[in-house]
């Protein structure tokens, strides 16, 4: 015997009044892109559920394609059984059997179909008393138990319910608007991606490249990192930005103090154009504060002059150390951390202003006109698309890799 279903759960969707009926369309669609390496998997939803069919499938290789969907709360395997008390028995075993490590238990038993002879008072005492003959230093315990599993005798058939598993939670991304993400070769900016799919949001990245002065592997690590991205949501557009001639313009005609300040404005002008031309009504960037010379409040405060698009820093009021975490739990961690250098590190000064202001960054600005070259950077920008990750199963995610 095996599982045959997921249940899966959905909390903070629960609370959108009208809106719920769209977030669960648009769970469920996302569901069901998220399972297309399964194809015999089927999406029912019920009230206030959604359940995964099976069919045959992996449990445990669609469990954890369902656990990367955000706007799920919690997930169950569950198995469906004739109502019989063999099939019962064994399917109680199966799903304590889940809970691994688990010490205790409860069952607790529903009877919707009166006609079933055994009643849920009874089934009670019986399947537990068989998980208690089936095991060794396993107790029950109603009050506080490592795994409850639910059995609900139905019409149709008996379903048992084992542990739960923790969803990646958050809304269903696209139900929220779209932000346009800089997305670096750093550590910082794909987590600020994953945290804002997160809240419900799609994303599309623009990335600055500076060739020869950063490598084709550099551009590749960016492509990486947003196909890795891609398994939390679907398919990412990433905007490739030519940056060399502005680069090069900023460090031959800007004082060196103000030229990363300078660089980052023109980063954030590019952006907000791309945005607007996209119709995406904000960008997201991996900006944190006090981290390095460009992130003090001085340095924020100057570079976002240029704009007045909602910039998104989901990092701001993170350590580095809890950035870090996340980068590991979803994976671009080890992409990040490949050694290729991006422009920043390529043309930084080694002493940036780090109280930089706005009145002198635009009295610098005002001897050189850099409106053509932007334009220019703008034409020759070009898309790649990446969604690898979002349609393979694991292990075909480690060939890629
Ligand atoms: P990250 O780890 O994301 O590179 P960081 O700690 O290195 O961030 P900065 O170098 O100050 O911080 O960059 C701040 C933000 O500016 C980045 O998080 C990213 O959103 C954006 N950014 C920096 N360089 C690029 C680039 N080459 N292309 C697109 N966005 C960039
Ligand atoms: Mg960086």
Do not use: W
């Not at 769209?22 to 669609?29: M, V």
């Not at 991205?229 to 800007?254: C, D, R, W």
């Not at 002493?351 to 220019?376: G, L, M, Q, S, W």
């Amino acid at each position: 015997m095996n599982f045959n279903h997921i249940l899966i759960r959905y909390g903070e969707m629960a609370l959108k009044g009208k809106n719920r009926h769209l977030f669960e369309q648009k769970l469920q669609s996302n569901l069901a892109s998220k399972l297309k390496p399964f194809p015999a998997a089927r999406i029912k939803k019920t009230r206030g559920r959604m359940y995964v069919l099976l069919n045959g499938e992996d449990p445990h290789d669609v469990m954890e394609h369902c656990q990367q969907v955000f706007g799920i709360h919690s997930l169950s395997f569950a198995v469906q059984v004739e109502k019989e008390e063999e099939q019962l028995k064994e399917a109680v075993m199966l799903a304590f059997n889940d809970a691994q490590n688990a010490k205790t238990f409860k069952i607790s038993s529903k009877r919707t179909d009166k006609e079933f002879p055994i009643k849920s008072s009874e089934l009670n005492p019986m399947l537990g008393g068989y998980i208690l003959r089936n095991t060794e230093g396993v107790t029950v315990d109603v009050h506080d138990p490592d795994v409850e599993i639910k059995v609900e005798v139905r019409h149709d058939a008996a379903y048992i319910t084992a542990q739960d598993y923790p969803g990646a939670g958050g809304l269903p991304v696209g139900t929220t608007g779209k932000s346009l993400l800089m997305l670096s070769g750093g550590i910082d900016s794909p987590v600020s991606g994953y945290l804002t799919m997160k809240r419900g949001v799609a994303i599309e990245a623009i990335h600055f490249h500076s060739p020869p002065y950063t490598s084709d592997r550099a551009k590749q690590k960016v492509l990486d990192l947003a196909n890795e991205l891609s398994k939390y949501g679907k398919k990412i557009n990433v905007h490739v930005v030519p940056f060399t001639a502005i680069q090069q313009k900023i460090q031959g005609e800007m004082p060196e103090g103000y030229s990363m300040t300078i660089m980052r404005r023109m980063m954030m002008r590019i952006s907000e154009k791309l945005a607007h031309k996209q119709d995406i009504l904000s960008i997201t960037t991996g900006e944190s504060l006090g981290q390095v010379a460009s992130q003090t409040m001085e340095s924020m405060n100057t570079i976002n002059e240029v704009t007045n698009y909602p910039i998104i820093r989901p990092l701001v009021s993170m350590d580095k150390l809890e950035i870090i975490d996340i980068a590991r739990k979803i994976g671009t961690y080890d992409i990040s951390i490949r050694p290729y250098e991006d422009c920043c590190t390529v043309f930084v000064p080694k002493a940036p202003k780090t109280k930089p202001t706005r009145k002198n960054a635009n009295y610098y600005e005002e001897k050189v006109d850099f409106n053509e070259d932007i334009e220019k950077a703008l034409e020759e920008t070009y898309v790649i698309q990446v969604n690898e990750a979002a349609n393979k199963k694991k292990d075909q995610f480690d060939d890629l890799l």
